[in-house]
Protein backbone atom coordinates (compact mmCIF):
# COMPACT_ATOMS: atom_id res chain seq x y z
CA UNK A 1 0.00 0.00 0.00
CA UNK A 2 1.31 3.17 -0.90
CA UNK A 3 1.32 6.48 -2.74
CA UNK A 4 3.36 5.19 -5.46
CA UNK A 5 2.97 1.34 -6.84
CA UNK A 6 4.05 -0.78 -9.09
CA UNK A 7 0.71 -1.77 -10.67
CA UNK A 8 0.48 0.23 -14.11
CA UNK A 9 -3.01 0.70 -14.30
CA UNK A 10 -3.17 3.01 -11.14
CA UNK A 11 -0.91 5.36 -9.30
CA UNK A 12 -1.51 4.08 -5.69
CA UNK A 13 -3.27 1.65 -3.50
CA UNK A 14 -5.07 1.74 -0.09
CA UNK A 15 -5.87 -0.93 2.29
CA UNK A 16 -7.51 -0.11 5.55
CA UNK A 17 -7.39 -3.99 6.13
CA UNK A 18 -5.90 -7.10 5.30
CA UNK A 19 -7.09 -10.43 4.70
CA UNK A 20 -9.19 -12.79 2.19
CA UNK A 21 -10.60 -16.17 1.50
CA UNK A 22 -9.65 -17.18 -2.20
CA UNK A 23 -13.02 -17.96 -4.10
CA UNK A 24 -11.61 -18.93 -7.72
CA UNK A 25 -8.78 -19.59 -10.03
CA UNK A 26 -7.44 -16.60 -10.02
CA UNK A 27 -6.67 -16.42 -6.09
CA UNK A 28 -4.25 -19.38 -7.14
CA UNK A 29 -0.49 -18.62 -5.32
CA UNK A 30 -2.03 -14.91 -4.50
CA UNK A 31 0.28 -12.28 -3.86
CA UNK A 32 -1.24 -10.46 -1.23
CA UNK A 33 -1.68 -13.69 0.90
CA UNK A 34 2.02 -14.02 0.39
CA UNK A 35 3.28 -10.44 1.58
CA UNK A 36 1.14 -11.04 4.59
CA UNK A 37 2.64 -14.37 5.47
CA UNK A 38 6.13 -12.72 5.00
CA UNK A 39 5.09 -10.63 8.05
CA UNK A 40 4.35 -13.93 10.07
CA UNK A 41 0.57 -13.52 10.48
CA UNK A 42 -2.01 -15.06 8.36
CA UNK A 43 -5.30 -13.36 8.00
CA UNK A 44 -6.22 -15.68 4.58
CA UNK A 45 -8.63 -18.20 5.01
CA UNK A 46 -12.51 -18.86 5.94
CA UNK A 47 -12.10 -18.04 9.44
CA UNK A 48 -9.31 -16.55 9.58
CA UNK A 49 -9.28 -12.89 11.16
CA UNK A 50 -8.85 -9.87 8.94
CA UNK A 51 -6.21 -7.27 10.32
CA UNK A 52 -7.09 -3.66 10.14
CA UNK A 53 -4.84 -1.48 9.49
CA UNK A 54 -3.64 1.37 11.85
CA UNK A 55 -5.49 4.73 12.13
CA UNK A 56 -2.63 6.62 10.39
CA UNK A 57 -2.92 4.10 7.23
CA UNK A 58 -6.33 4.60 7.10
CA UNK A 59 -6.25 8.30 7.15
CA UNK A 60 -3.49 8.48 3.90
CA UNK A 61 -6.34 9.04 1.19
CA UNK A 62 -7.29 12.02 3.37
CA UNK A 63 -3.50 13.66 2.74
CA UNK A 64 -3.71 12.82 -0.86
CA UNK A 65 -7.20 14.74 -1.13
CA UNK A 66 -5.47 17.42 0.32
CA UNK A 67 -2.18 17.43 -2.13
CA UNK A 68 -4.72 16.81 -5.14
CA UNK A 69 -4.15 19.74 -6.37
CA UNK A 70 -0.72 19.40 -6.96
CA UNK A 71 -0.79 15.54 -8.37
CA UNK A 72 -3.14 16.98 -11.00
CA UNK A 73 -0.38 20.13 -11.71
CA UNK A 74 2.12 17.60 -11.88
CA UNK A 75 0.41 15.16 -13.74
CA UNK A 76 -2.52 16.95 -15.88
CA UNK A 77 -5.05 14.56 -14.44
CA UNK A 78 -6.62 12.77 -10.95
CA UNK A 79 -4.83 10.63 -8.73
CA UNK A 80 -5.86 6.97 -9.55
CA UNK A 81 -6.36 5.02 -6.21
CA UNK A 82 -6.64 0.95 -6.24
CA UNK A 83 -8.85 -0.33 -3.45
CA UNK A 84 -8.15 -3.17 -2.33
CA UNK A 85 -4.89 -4.69 -2.78
CA UNK A 86 -4.96 -6.64 0.16
CA UNK A 87 -8.34 -7.96 0.33
CA UNK A 88 -11.79 -7.75 -1.18
CA UNK A 89 -14.77 -4.75 0.02
CA UNK A 90 -17.18 -7.02 -0.76
CA UNK A 91 -15.46 -9.87 1.30
CA UNK A 92 -18.39 -11.87 3.41
CA UNK A 93 -16.20 -12.58 6.81
CA UNK A 94 -15.06 -8.46 6.67
CA UNK A 95 -16.27 -6.29 9.99
CA UNK A 96 -19.86 -4.40 8.20
CA UNK A 97 -18.53 -1.23 10.43
CA UNK A 98 -14.91 -1.75 9.04
CA UNK A 99 -16.53 -1.85 5.54
CA UNK A 100 -18.45 1.28 6.10
CA UNK A 101 -15.72 3.55 7.34
CA UNK A 102 -13.86 2.40 4.10
CA UNK A 103 -16.40 3.60 1.62
CA UNK A 104 -17.21 6.50 3.58
CA UNK A 105 -13.22 7.44 3.02
CA UNK A 106 -14.01 6.85 -0.56
CA UNK A 107 -16.88 9.00 -0.62
CA UNK A 108 -15.35 11.88 1.41
CA UNK A 109 -12.01 11.93 -1.28
CA UNK A 110 -13.81 12.89 -4.06
CA UNK A 111 -10.92 14.58 -5.92
CA UNK A 112 -8.90 10.96 -6.05
CA UNK A 113 -10.54 8.54 -8.69
CA UNK A 114 -11.21 5.18 -7.31
CA UNK A 115 -10.94 2.20 -8.52
CA UNK A 116 -12.38 -0.91 -6.31
CA UNK A 117 -10.99 -4.58 -7.81
CA UNK A 118 -13.55 -7.15 -6.78
CA UNK A 119 -14.48 -10.79 -6.98
CA UNK A 120 -17.54 -10.69 -5.40
CA UNK A 121 -19.65 -8.55 -7.32
CA UNK A 122 -22.89 -10.53 -6.23
CA UNK A 123 -22.18 -8.74 -2.76
CA UNK A 124 -22.21 -5.73 -3.69
CA UNK A 125 -25.70 -4.54 -3.68
CA UNK A 126 -26.08 -5.80 0.30
CA UNK A 127 -22.69 -4.04 0.59
CA UNK A 128 -22.82 -0.68 -0.41
CA UNK A 129 -24.29 2.40 1.28
CA UNK A 130 -27.85 2.75 0.16
CA UNK A 131 -27.54 6.47 -1.49
CA UNK A 132 -25.26 4.61 -3.79
CA UNK A 133 -27.18 2.63 -4.96
CA UNK A 134 -29.31 5.40 -6.46
CA UNK A 135 -26.86 7.51 -7.14
CA UNK A 136 -23.05 6.10 -7.45
CA UNK A 137 -20.30 8.52 -6.24
CA UNK A 138 -19.17 9.60 -9.76
CA UNK A 139 -15.14 9.26 -8.77
CA UNK A 140 -15.60 5.82 -8.25
CA UNK A 141 -15.43 2.89 -10.55
CA UNK A 142 -15.95 -0.69 -10.17
CA UNK A 143 -13.39 -3.54 -11.75
CA UNK A 144 -14.10 -7.11 -11.56
CA UNK A 145 -11.57 -10.37 -11.55
CA UNK A 146 -12.59 -12.47 -14.48
CA UNK A 147 -10.38 -15.31 -15.53
CA UNK A 148 -12.65 -17.90 -17.24
CA UNK A 149 -15.43 -18.01 -19.53
CA UNK A 150 -17.57 -19.26 -16.81
CA UNK A 151 -16.84 -16.56 -14.48
CA UNK A 152 -17.67 -13.92 -17.47
CA UNK A 153 -21.00 -15.45 -18.07
CA UNK A 154 -21.91 -15.29 -14.32
CA UNK A 155 -20.21 -11.59 -12.89
CA UNK A 156 -20.34 -9.75 -15.95
CA UNK A 157 -24.52 -10.07 -15.86
CA UNK A 158 -24.56 -8.80 -12.43
CA UNK A 159 -21.67 -5.84 -12.77
CA UNK A 160 -23.60 -4.39 -15.81
CA UNK A 161 -26.85 -4.69 -14.21
CA UNK A 162 -25.31 -3.03 -11.47
CA UNK A 163 -24.12 -0.60 -13.43
CA UNK A 164 -27.30 0.52 -15.32
CA UNK A 165 -29.73 1.05 -11.97
CA UNK A 166 -27.00 2.56 -9.82
CA UNK A 167 -25.33 4.47 -12.49
CA UNK A 168 -21.69 3.57 -11.60
CA UNK A 169 -19.70 5.74 -14.01
CA UNK A 170 -17.50 3.15 -15.56
CA UNK A 171 -16.69 -0.71 -15.09
CA UNK A 172 -14.37 -3.01 -16.22
CA UNK A 173 -12.64 -6.20 -15.80
CA UNK A 174 -9.37 -7.52 -14.79
CA UNK A 175 -8.48 -10.31 -16.95
CA UNK A 176 -5.27 -11.39 -14.81
CA UNK A 177 -3.96 -13.88 -14.88
CA UNK A 178 -5.55 -14.79 -18.01
CA UNK A 179 -6.60 -18.51 -17.73
CA UNK A 180 -8.27 -19.44 -20.67
CA UNK A 181 -9.55 -17.33 -24.02
CA UNK A 182 -12.61 -15.56 -23.12
CA UNK A 183 -15.37 -13.88 -25.67
CA UNK A 184 -16.09 -10.40 -23.76
CA UNK A 185 -18.28 -9.37 -27.04
CA UNK A 186 -21.71 -9.85 -25.52
CA UNK A 187 -20.25 -7.33 -22.73
CA UNK A 188 -19.36 -4.69 -24.52
CA UNK A 189 -22.31 -3.30 -26.45
CA UNK A 190 -25.45 -1.52 -25.44
CA UNK A 191 -25.77 1.30 -23.16
CA UNK A 192 -24.38 -0.22 -20.02
CA UNK A 193 -21.14 -2.39 -21.44
CA UNK A 194 -17.51 -2.47 -20.28
CA UNK A 195 -15.53 0.43 -20.39
CA UNK A 196 -12.24 -1.23 -19.61
CA UNK A 197 -10.25 -4.08 -20.21
CA UNK A 198 -6.75 -5.07 -18.07
CA UNK A 199 -4.92 -8.42 -19.64
CA UNK A 200 -2.14 -10.07 -18.04
CA UNK A 201 -0.65 -13.04 -17.25
CA UNK A 202 0.78 -14.43 -14.19
CA UNK A 203 3.59 -12.79 -12.24
CA UNK A 204 5.98 -14.09 -9.71
CA UNK A 205 7.80 -17.38 -9.15
CA UNK A 206 4.91 -19.28 -10.41
CA UNK A 207 4.27 -17.45 -13.78
CA UNK A 208 5.06 -20.15 -15.68
CA UNK A 209 2.52 -23.01 -14.27
CA UNK A 210 -0.44 -22.83 -16.31
CA UNK A 211 -0.70 -22.57 -19.84
CA UNK A 212 -0.82 -18.84 -21.14
CA UNK A 213 -1.42 -17.66 -24.66
CA UNK A 214 -1.08 -13.81 -25.45
CA UNK A 215 -3.28 -14.22 -28.34
CA UNK A 216 -5.76 -14.61 -25.58
CA UNK A 217 -4.85 -10.82 -24.93
CA UNK A 218 -4.71 -9.56 -29.13
CA UNK A 219 -8.33 -10.93 -29.56
CA UNK A 220 -9.83 -9.24 -26.27
CA UNK A 221 -7.71 -6.26 -27.95
CA UNK A 222 -9.50 -6.97 -31.48
CA UNK A 223 -12.55 -6.84 -28.91
CA UNK A 224 -12.01 -3.39 -27.52
CA UNK A 225 -10.66 -1.51 -30.69
CA UNK A 226 -13.98 -2.26 -32.49
CA UNK A 227 -16.29 -1.58 -29.99
CA UNK A 228 -14.13 1.56 -28.70
CA UNK A 229 -13.54 -0.05 -25.18
CA UNK A 230 -10.42 0.87 -23.22
CA UNK A 231 -7.97 -1.51 -23.16
CA UNK A 232 -4.84 -2.31 -21.16
CA UNK A 233 -2.26 -4.54 -21.68
CA UNK A 234 -0.75 -5.23 -18.25
CA UNK A 235 2.15 -8.03 -18.28
CA UNK A 236 2.61 -11.34 -20.29
CA UNK A 237 3.97 -13.51 -17.42
CA UNK A 238 6.73 -13.26 -16.09
CA UNK A 239 7.81 -11.32 -19.83
CA UNK A 240 7.47 -7.26 -20.21
CA UNK A 241 4.80 -6.83 -22.93
CA UNK A 242 6.13 -5.34 -25.93
CA UNK A 243 4.87 -3.35 -29.07
CA UNK A 244 5.68 -6.93 -31.20
CA UNK A 245 2.88 -8.44 -28.99
CA UNK A 246 -0.35 -6.52 -30.15
CA UNK A 247 -0.57 -4.13 -32.46
CA UNK A 248 -0.69 -0.62 -31.80
CA UNK A 249 -3.41 0.28 -33.56
CA UNK A 250 -5.78 -2.13 -31.39
CA UNK A 251 -4.86 0.53 -28.46
CA UNK A 252 -7.86 2.96 -28.95
CA UNK A 253 -7.60 3.77 -25.43
CA UNK A 254 -5.44 2.82 -22.08
CA UNK A 255 -7.94 4.16 -19.65
CA UNK A 256 -11.68 4.71 -19.27
CA UNK A 257 -12.97 8.00 -19.70
CA UNK A 258 -15.85 9.31 -17.85
CA UNK A 259 -18.05 12.37 -16.87
CA UNK A 260 -18.32 13.80 -13.71
Known amino acids: MGAVTG ?23 CYAEGVDKRTGENHWGSGAPRRLLS ?37 NEVPGHWRLDHMRTMESC ?9 KRIGNARDMVPWPWLHQWPRHIGVLVTIVTQKEADRDLPKLLDLKGNSFIPWVGVSYEPAQEAVDFTRFLDGPDKLDWIIFGGKSGPQWNDRPFSVEWGAAVAEQCAWTNTAFFFKQVAAARP ?17 QR
Open 110 to 118: DRLDWQICT
Open 55 to 91: AHSRYEPYRWQKGAAKFEAEHGRRRRVFTLSMGDLFD
Open 7 to 29: IKWTDSTWNSWWGCTKVGPACDH
Open 242 to 258: TDAMIPPHLFIRQFPVW
